[in-house]
T-cell receptor, first 106, second 113 residues
Framework: KNEVEQSPQNLTAQEGEFITINCSYS?????LHWLQQHPGGGIVSLFM???GKKKHGRLIATINIQEKHSSLHITASHPRDSAVYIC????????FGTGTSLTVIP | DTAVSQTPKYLVTQMGNDKSIKCEQN?????MYWYKQDSKKFLKIMFS???????INETVPNRFSPKSPDKAHLNLHINSLELGDSAVYFC????????????FGSGTRLTVV
C-alpha cells in the first residue's frame, strides 16, 4: 500500500465545474505539497501546506492534520487546468501519490 | 533566466554507457533534488543536497552518483546504463529544505537502448 493515496485517479469535468481532488497519507509529515504536471511534462509546485488552508487564484488547498487528509479544489475549471495533479508529503522521507489525471472539456 | 535548468532535455544512449545530466539553479536555494519519474508517471526522490552535503540518499543503485560542485549545481552521473534506467529525471530546488515550495526543472528524458 502506498503511503500517499490520491483519489480519483482520473477525472473528467465540464468547463466551469467545481473540482475536488483528495489526498490521504499514512505517515507523519512536516509538510504536504500539491504539484501540477502539464501534458508537456513540466512540473509546477502549487502549494506547500503544514496546516489550514491556502488559496491561489481559482485553486484552494486544505489540510487536516488529525485526519491525515488534504484536498485540492479548483473553482470555475477551465480546459487549461487539464493536467496531472500530484500530492507529495515530506517528513523523514519523501512520498508521492500516483497522481490524478484531470481533463476539463470545453 | 530560467530558474532551474537541466541539460540535456533528451538523451538517448546505449546500454553500458556512462552519462551525466546537469542541473543549475539561480534562485539562491540551499537544497537541490533529483527525482525519477518512471513509465507509469510515478515520481520518486533519488537524492537531495543541502549546501553541498548529501542529506537524503534513497535506495538507488550506486551506479547513480550525484555531484554538487557548489550549491547552485547538482549533476547526476550514471554509470553502466541499463534499460530500466529509462525514465524522466527531474531536478528541483527549494529554500532551507523540503518544507518550502519546490521549483522544478523541465526534466530530462533518458532512453537507454
Amino acid at each position: 500500500k502506498n503511503e500517499v493515496e490520491q483519489s480519483p485517479q482520473n477525472l473528467t469535468a465540464q468547463e466551469g465545474e467545481f473540482i475536488t481532488i483528495n489526498c490521504s497519507y499514512s505517515v507523519g509529515i512536516s509538510a504536504l505539497h500539491w504539484l501540477q504536471q502539464h501534458p508537456g511534462g513540466g512540473i509546477v509546485s502549487l502549494f506547500m501546506l503544514s496546516s489550514g488552508k491556502k488559496k491561489h487564484g481559482r485553486l484552494i488547498a486544505t489540510i487536516n492534520i488529525q485526519e491525515k487528509h488534504s484536498s485540492l479544489h479548483i473553482t470555475a475549471s477551465h480546459p487549461r487546468d487539464s493536467a496531472v495533479y500530484i500530492c507529495a508529503v515530506t517528513g523523514n522521507q519523501f512520498y508521492f501519490g500516483t497522481g490524478t489525471s484531470l481533463t476539463v472539456i470545453p | 533566466d530560467t530558474a532551474v535548468s537541466q541539460t540535456p532535455k533528451y538523451l538517448v544512449t546505449q546500454m553500458g554507457n556512462d552519462k551525466s545530466i546537469k542541473c543549475e539553479q539561480n534562485l539562491g536555494h540551499d537544497t537541490m533534488y533529483w527525482y525519477k519519474q518512471d513509465s507509469k508517471k510515478f515520481l520518486k526522490i533519488m537524492f537531495s543536497y543541502n549546501n553541498k552535503e548529501l542529506i537524503i540518499n534513497e535506495t538507488v543503485p550506486n551506479r547513480f552518483s550525484p555531484k554538487s560542485p557548489d550549491k547552485a549545481h547538482l549533476n547526476l552521473h550514471i554509470n553502466s546504463l541499463e534499460l530500466g534506467d529509462s525514465a524522466v529525471y527531474f531536478c528541483a530546488s527549494s529554500r532551507q529544505g523540503a518544507n518550502y515550495g519546490y521549483t522544478f526543472g523541465s526534466g530530462t528524458r533518458l532512453t537507454v537502448v
